[in-house]
């Protein structure tokens, strides 16, 4: 009677070479860890990415400020100033405000879908600041802000209207527009972060946005209210905007209207800036 034998198969462990592990490692020491800043504007060139593959974007900085801009101006420039034309010089300010403040609640559309699609969870996982992502899509905002004021501004020229601040007046009112826009975007980046659809961010903005811009000085002075709708618009941030463009733009800047924007956009910052960062990394 013969006994069969069973040979177990022997597993033997692999040790990589040194040489075999420089092959494949790259040479030279390690990078350096991005800087805040670069990191930051790595993500805003991101952001203007999404625009030249998605041109479609631009619809709402280019075709809307031009529809504002014609309709506001032919339906109540008759009917409030007389002439079309000079009232222009009015509203234009305003509709460049209005159009460019409706603008930033995207942002905060932007970064709930980013959110929903698992893109910003890769982007945690960077060895990058931590807010980069959130910064850099404000940075990327930005230009749509500068194309919607740049835009509104060539129509009005087209149409008449002319500044009495000049070129330095028209610029330092966009400046000044567009980093209170910055700051005001921070309160939808929030919105962004913690309600569950884009739908709803741009509900709840919508919500906001229409009361700020339309019960303001944007189409007509205060003084021609009633006192209790008068009280509302002169505590109304949009107004105080608005009348620090206008002044700019019409050559007789207002100090403490400028200063007034300056200080509520860092307020602004501060306050939804510190709580969209306990957010998202609480997220």
Same mark, same amino acid.
């Given at each position: ?15 990589p070479?040194?040489?075999?592990l420089?092959a494949?490692l ?16 790595t ?8 625009i ?7 619809? =709402?900085?280019?075709?809307?400020p031009?529809m504002?801009t014609l ?5 109540? !420039?008759g009917?409030?100033? !007389?002439?079309?034309t000079?009232y222009l010089?009015?509203?234009l300010p ?6 460019v ?5 995207y942002?905060g559309?932007?970064?709930?879908? =980013?959110?929903e699609?698992?893109?910003f =969870? ?11 992502a959130l910064?850099?899509?404000?940075? !990327? ?7 919607a ?7 009005g020229?087209?149409l008449?209207?002319r500044p009495g601040g000049?070129?330095l007046g028209?610029?330092?009112a ?6 209170f826009?910055?700051?005001?975007s921070?309160i939808w980046t929030?919105?962004?972060?913690f309600?569950?659809s ?5 509900g ?8 700020l ?10 003084a021609?209210?009633?006192g ?6 002169e ?10 463009v ?7 800047? =207002?100090?403490g ?21 306990r957010?998202?990394n609480?997220k």
């Amino acid at each position: 009677m013969s006994t069969a034998t069973t040979t177990e198969p022997t597993v033997s462990s692999y040790t990589p070479a040194a040489s075999n592990l420089n092959a494949v490692l790259a040479a030279g020491e390690a990078p350096p860890k991005p800087s805040a800043w670069s990191a930051s504007v790595t993500f805003g060139w991101r952001a203007m990415l999404k625009i030249k593959h998605v041109p479609e974007q631009m619809f =709402d900085v280019t075709a809307f400020p031009i529809m504002m801009t014609l309709m506001f101006t032919y339906l109540f !420039g008759g009917a409030l100033a !007389g002439s079309v034309t000079e009232y222009l010089q009015f509203l234009l300010p305003g509709i460049m405000v209005t159009s460019v403040v409706m603008i930033t609640m995207y942002t905060g559309m932007g970064v709930n879908i =980013d959110i929903e699609k698992g893109v910003f =969870d890769r982007f945690r996982t960077l060895p990058v600041w931590r807010p980069a992502a959130l910064v850099g899509a404000l940075f !990327g905002d930005v230009f749509r802000y500068v194309t919607a004021a740049t835009v509104i501004l060539v129509v009005g020229l087209i149409l008449g209207f002319r500044p009495g601040g000049g070129a330095l007046g028209v610029v330092i009112a966009i400046a000044l527009l567009v980093a209170f826009s910055f700051a005001f975007s921070w309160i939808w980046t929030m919105f962004g972060l913690f309600l569950r659809s884009e739908k709803s961010v741009m509900g709840v903005s919508m919500m906001v946005l229409f009361p700020l811009t339309f019960l303001s000085n944007v189409f007509v002075e205060p003084a021609t209210m009633p006192g209790w709708l008068r009280t509302f618009v002169e505590i109304n941030p949009i107004t105080h905007l608005v009348a620090a463009v206008r002044g700019l733009m019409q050559g007789a800047p =207002d100090a403490g209207e400028i200063t007034w924007v300056l200080v509520a956009g860092a307020v602004i910052i501060a306050i939804f800036g510190t709580l969209t960062m306990r957010l998202y990394n609480r997220k």
